[in-house]
Nanobody, 125 residues
């Protein structure tokens, strides 16, 4: 069974930064792509960023390009989301997820099979 545990959320002022971490259990972390999604109150869960197994391929939703960066450390079984220039619209619960495959990236929920419990990010104006 794979467990994903997010951390690093919190309250930050607009323009500030946060770094989210997602620690994964299991010995096959490096075999899979990973992704970050978010869900704001009253809205559907949306794709934020994804990374392939090696870290050599990444993708982002348009609204975070140039502000957010996804990375991973396979030796630590951890994926990160560095969030800079935060805006109030970034307020949401952020979830990490394990993709079913290793190659490429995906923005589709159906391509992910394990999810963390989420970490709250609140950006004040």
């Amino acid at each position: 069974q794979v467990q994903l545990v997010e951390s690093g959320g919190g309250l930050v002022q607009a323009g500030g930064s946060l770094r989210l971490s997602c620690a994964a259990s299991g010995r096959t972390f490096s075999n899979y792509g990973m992704g970050w999604f978010r869900q704001a109150p009253g809205k559907e869960r949306e794709f934020v960023a994804a990374i392939n197994w090696s870290g050599g391929s990444t993708s982002y939703t348009d609204s975070v390009k140039g502000r957010f960066a996804i990375s991973r450390d396979n030796a630590k079984n951890t994926v990160y989301l560095q969030m800079n220039s935060l805006k109030p619209d970034d307020t949401a619960v952020y979830y990490c997820a394990r993709r079913k495959f290793s190659g490429g990236t995906s923005s589709f929920h159906r391509d992910y099979d394990y999810w963390g419990q989420g970490t709250q990010v609140t950006v004040s104006s």
